[in-house]
């Protein structure tokens, strides 16, 4: 194998660079730009509410459930939107990174203790940065309750 090095300066004059064809010769090249931009993110949009909301196919049939579906979807792509801005990381990276917070359930004869694993400083970072609370160390402590004869 040998590389073409003549070749690669060429491409290499290329990269970064794309070609738009319009049926309209009267638009502007920006105007065809930002347009085919604009595309891009909505595509992406679609791309993420298939992959990162994992939204499944619904079928409504009637208005207002289809206007609640839609408004539901919006609402939670812009929450990802928001945490992504909020913390610099990828909705991605903040699902892995609260994923391993488990609740344990400890039970005994005198009751139960539901306890949440301790956090570590990125998780309570992240908590920080959304300013979300942090989930309490004890969710919940249950007593039996002595029955009366």
């Known amino acids: 194998m040998v590389i073409d090095a003549a070749k690669v300066r060429r491409e290499a004059a290329l990269d970064g660079k794309f070609v738009i064809s319009s049926s309209d010769d009267f638009l502007p090249a920006e105007d065809l730009v930002y ?75 005198h009751g139960e203790v539901w306890q949440v694993r301790p956090l570590t400083e990125e998780q309570k970072a992240l908590f920080q940065a959304l300013k979300v609370d942090r989930p309490p160390h004890y969710l919940k402590i249950v007593t039996p309750t002595r029955k009366t004869a």
């Open 35 to 109: 347009g085919y931009k604009q595309l891009w993110q909505v595509e992406r949009v679609h791309r993420d509410l298939k992959h990162t909301v994992d939204v499944r196919p619904m079928y409504h049939r009637l208005d207002d459930r289809i206007r609640s579906h839609v408004l539901l979807c919006w609402l939670a792509l812009l929450m990802i939107r928001v945490a992504e801005n909020e913390t610099g990381q990828t909705w991605r990276q903040m699902r892995d990174l609260v994923a391993p917070i488990d609740v344990g359930r400890h039970a005994t004869a």
